[in-house]
Antibody
Framework: QVQLQESGPGLVKPSETLSLTCTVS????????WSWIRQPPGKGLEWIGY???????NYNPSLESRVSISLGPSKNQFSLRLSSVTAADTAVYYC???????????WGQGTLVTVSS | SYVLTQPPSVSVAPGQTAWITCGGN??????VHWYQQKPGQAPVLVVY???DRPSGSPERFSGSNSGNTATLTISRVEAGDEADYYC???????????FGGGTKLTVL
């Protein structure tokens, strides 16, 4: 059973870059789609983007100009970078695994990131 | 972009059946997945591929998909089923993941 764990700062200043890392255990990153999904307080789920182990990426068009998802820093980790953040980026951020069925089969517990000065 | 439309809320009495819909253009040609999310917890997959249940998902949860509407059916509703439910699909023409807006299920 694969497990995912998000880590990173819980507070980011406006206009700065949000950076989170997801550590994957109990399975290899060398397959599947690895995704970031967020949920603003009291609101619904929003897909941010994913990377495929081969190196390809795909992002939500509404965030594409500010987001980057990549493998690393370690081989069992993948990362999210979201630049020029505002209060609207305050959310619980989940890392997740998308199976070949295209369903999100595994989720991290989520980490709350607040954008505030 | 592809849009999935869910009713904001559905209410049902214990022991009855709840139907939660997910509308989208020709959604019947796509593979729809459903998630249950309880307060303070990560979502959990309850139905995938329109109507399959992952290991651990109760038999009371079932799904169907045809035309412009996919439906999650919860039979013999229990108090513990009270949660937010989200539909999701993979939009193959863009390879984007799309979520519905979510439905809050209230057990009366």
């Amino acid at each position: 059973q694969v497990q995912l764990q998000e880590s990173g700062p819980g507070l980011v200043k406006p206009s700065e870059t949000l950076s989170l890392t997801c550590t994957v255990s109990g399975g290899s990153i060398n397959s599947y789609y690895w995704s970031w999904i967020r949920q603003p307080p009291g609101k619904g789920l929003e897909w941010i983007g994913y990377f495929y182990y081969s190196g390809s990426t795909n992002y939500n068009p509404s965030l594409e100009s500010r987001v980057s998802i990549s493998l690393g820093p370690s081989k069992n980790q993948f990362s999210l970078r979201l630049s020029s953040v505002t209060a609207a980026d305050t959310a619980v951020y989940y890392c997740a695994r998308v199976a070949m069925t295209t369903a999100v089969t595994d989720w991290g517990q989520g980490t709350l990131v607040t954008v505030s000065s | 972009s592809y849009v999935l439309t869910q009713p904001p809320s559905v209410s049902v009495a214990p022991g009855q059946t709840a139907w939660i819909t997910c509308g989208g253009n020709n959604i019947g040609s796509k593979s729809v997945h459903w998630y249950q999310q309880k307060p303070g917890q990560a979502p959990v997959l309850v139905v995938y591929g329109d109507s399959d249940r992952p290991s651990g998902s109760p038999e009371r949860f079932s799904g169907s998909n045809s035309g412009n509407t996919a439906t999650l059916t919860i039979s013999r509703v229990e108090a513990g089923d009270e949660a937010d439910y989200y539909c999701q699909l993979w939009h193959s023409s863009t390879d984007h993941v799309v979520f519905g807006g979510g439905t809050k299920l209230t057990v009366l």
